[in-house]
């Protein structure tokens, strides 16, 4: 290697360096904000509703499909954030809520573990994704089919998956129309198992390429260019021009997508 490239080479990974410390100083100034009380316990945080999700029997004749992040409990949620999937379909008045949960024993897919909407151990559920209306119920029944063929029923590992990421990023593959863009401090959404490296990325509507989430890269309508190292994503979105940067995600224009199919 010349000089002139190792100098390059150099700056590159200063480079890189200075923007993954810049995302964490900008995660633990959202953490220090949002700080919960000395007194509060996992078994004590709030997980009321966030009065974020439509009322199911105002709108009984309307089928809806939500999913949300909100940061994980503890140091974890300096890191990393947790999903889920809520739906509806016509004439239910009431929501169904699905999500990988670790701690809850040998099945790890979780129905109505919580809330539809409800904090996360005290963390303010974000909104990523809604559609409603026509064609929503066909949708749906997409949606119950990828939860039925998860690959990873029965394991957990928060780091590097397969997790809550890696449940949510399944069922984006399997349901391309839903849209979803996960974040990039969803930590496991680019988990992929070793006999499988490449296929789509988690939106359905892009390639993937990763080792076990700790190595690759998305290119994608959704995720624009992103390169995963050691299960910290770095990237640029085109689609909504943001810098999508681990420890918070992204920088840039709002990337929630709401869609009313009437």
Same mark, same amino acid.
């Given at each position: *290697? #010349?000089?002139?490239?190792?100098?390059? +080479?150099?700056?590159?990974?200063?480079? @890189? /360096? =200075?923007?993954? $410390?810049?995302?964490?100083?900008?995660?633990?100034?959202?953490?220090?904000?949002?700080?919960?009380?000395?007194?509060?316990?996992? *078994? #004590?945080?709030?997980?009321?509703?966030? +009065?974020?999700?439509?009322?199911?029997? @105002? /709108? =009984?004749?309307? $089928?809806?499909?939500?999913?949300?992040?909100?940061?994980?409990?503890?140091?974890?949620?300096?890191?990393?954030?947790?999903?889920?999937?809520?739906?509806?379909?016509?004439?239910?008045?009431?929501?169904?809520?699905?999500?990988?949960?670790?701690?809850?024993?040998?099945?790890?897919?979780?129905?109505?573990?919580?809330?539809?909407?409800?904090?996360?151990?005290?963390?303010?559920?974000?909104?990523?994704?809604?559609?409603?209306?026509?064609?929503?119920?066909?949708?749906?029944?997409?949606?119950?089919?990828?939860?039925?063929?998860?690959?990873?029923?029965?394991?957990?590992?928060?780091?590097?998956?397969?997790?809550?990421?890696?449940?949510?990023?399944?069922?984006?593959?399997?349901?391309?129309?839903?849209?979803?863009?996960?974040?990039?401090?969803?930590?496991?959404?680019?988990?992929?198992?070793?006999?499988?490296?490449?296929?789509?990325?988690?939106?359905?509507?892009?390639?993937?390429?990763?080792?076990?989430?700790?190595?690759?890269?998305?290119?994608?309508?959704?995720?624009?260019?992103?390169?995963?190292?050691?299960?910290?994503?770095?990237?640029?979105?085109?689609?909504?021009?943001?810098?999508?940067?681990?420890?918070?995600?992204?920088?840039?224009?709002?990337?929630?997508?709401?869609?009313?199919?009437?």
């Amino acid at each position: *290697m #010349t000089p002139k490239k190792k100098r390059h +080479g150099y700056r590159i990974a200063c480079s @890189t /360096l =200075a923007v993954i $410390a810049v995302s964490f100083g900008l995660s633990l100034a959202n953490a220090s904000q949002a700080e919960r009380p000395a007194t509060q316990t996992w *078994m #004590t945080a709030p997980r009321h509703s966030a +009065g974020i999700a439509p009322d199911p029997a @105002t /709108l =009984a004749d309307t $089928a809806i499909v939500q999913v949300y992040t909100a940061t994980t409990y503890g140091w974890r949620g300096l890191f990393a954030v947790h999903p889920w999937i809520i739906f509806k379909r016509t004439g239910d008045t009431a929501y169904t809520r699905y999500e990988v949960v670790g701690w809850r024993g040998d099945d790890v897919v979780q129905r109505d573990y919580a809330l539809p909407d409800g904090l996360w151990f005290g963390a303010q559920p974000q909104l990523l994704v809604e559609h409603r209306g026509q064609n929503v119920d066909a949708m749906i029944s997409r949606i119950e089919a990828a939860i039925t063929s998860y690959p990873f029923p029965h394991v957990y590992h928060a780091y590097p998956g397969p997790n809550s990421n890696t449940f949510l990023a399944h069922i984006g593959r399997e349901v391309p129309e839903l849209g979803l863009d996960l974040p990039a401090n969803a930590i496991g959404k680019d988990y992929r198992a070793i006999t499988n490296p490449v296929g789509l990325s988690p939106s359905g509507r892009g390639l993937q390429a990763s080792v076990l989430g700790l190595l690759g890269f998305n290119i994608g309508l959704e995720e624009g260019i992103e390169i995963n190292l050691l299960g910290l994503d770095l990237g640029v979105d085109l689609n909504r021009p943001a810098l999508r940067l681990p420890f918070i995600g992204r920088l840039g224009m709002d990337d929630t997508t709401q869609i009313d199919h009437d």
